[in-house]
Every structure is written in C-alpha cells, then in structure tokens.
C-alpha cells in the first residue's frame, strides 16, 4: 500500500475515533485507568417512581449504546495500532493484502473479502 493512501485511511480512523469518543462522552465517562473503557453516567431525572423508571430505561438504552461505540472504538484503535506496527491492510486469516477498496469503505477491516464470506457464510 502507498504511503498516501495509508495516510487517508489513518486520517478516517482518526476521525472515526474522536466520532465516537465524542459520542461517548455525551452520556458517559472514560476510566481513567483504561482509555477503552467508558462508564455510562447514571440519569438523574427525578424521585418520583415514573422518574425512576425513566432513568433506569434510559440508562440501559446509553449502556447499550455504550457497548456498540466502545467495541467501535476498540476496532479503531486496533487498526491505528496495526498501522504503527505495519500489519495493516494484510487479512488476518489468509496474510493477503486487503482489497484498498474495502478498506477504504471500512477501514477497520482485519480480513479481505475471499476470507469474509469463507468465514461469516
Ligand atoms: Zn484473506
């Protein structure tokens, strides 16, 4: 993979990260002993029994929400790490370069397309 197309698909991951810590932060708190690791905060509406209510169903909608950006997150980092290392772009199965394409549609994709569909098929 050329340099410039490497440099455009870290500037993607970077911009899907500070997306989704962005997102996270809205509802939720970073530990501050591990940067992959967010906290939903708790709502407080109020103290009446239906406020009660509220909080707990919101609370359980932010940590779901939570889950799905924080496994983002980690894919993101992921390949920024592979991207240091100089294992990106290479599938994970097979150790065959990633069609750019797809990368370029998803960059955090570990397998190239033949391995996809072998191993979610
Ligand atoms: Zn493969």
Same mark, same amino acid.
């Not at 932060?25 to 530990?31: C, D, E, G, L, P």
């Not at 609370?59 to 790490?81: C, G, H, I, M, Q």
């Given at each position: 993979?050329d340099k410039k197309t490497l440099k455009i698909l870290e500037d993607k991951l970077l911009e899907?990260?500070?997306?989704?810590?962005?997102?996270?932060?809205?509802?939720?708190?970073?530990?501050?002993?591990?940067?992959?690791?967010?906290?939903?905060?708790?709502?407080?509406?109020?103290?009446?029994?239906?406020?009660?209510a509220s909080e707990v169903a919101e609370y359980s909608k932010d940590l779901t929400l939570e889950?799905?950006?924080?496994?983002?997150?980690?894919?993101?980092?992921?390949?920024?790490?592979? *991207?240091?290392?100089? !294992?990106?772009?290479? %599938?994970?199965? #097979?150790? /065959?370069?990633?069609? +750019?394409?797809?990368? *370029?549609?998803?960059? !955090?994709?570990?397998? %190239?397309?033949? #391995?996809? /569909?072998?191993?979610? +098929?």
């Amino acid at each position: 993979m050329d340099k410039k197309t490497l440099k455009i698909l870290e500037d993607k991951l970077l911009e899907e990260k500070a997306k989704h810590e962005e997102e996270l932060s809205r509802f939720a708190k970073r530990n501050p002993q591990n940067e992959d690791d967010f906290n939903a905060d708790f709502p407080q509406l109020g103290e009446k029994e239906d406020e009660n209510a509220s909080e707990v169903a919101e609370y359980s909608k932010d940590l779901t929400l939570e889950r799905t950006l924080e496994a983002s997150l980690k894919d993101v980092n992921k390949a920024l790490e592979r *991207m240091k290392d100089g !294992t990106y772009g290479i %599938c994970k199965y #097979c150790s /065959k370069p990633i069609d +750019e394409k797809r990368l *370029m549609a998803r960059p !955090t994709s570990t397998s %190239c397309i033949d #391995c996809k /569909k072998l191993f979610t +098929e």
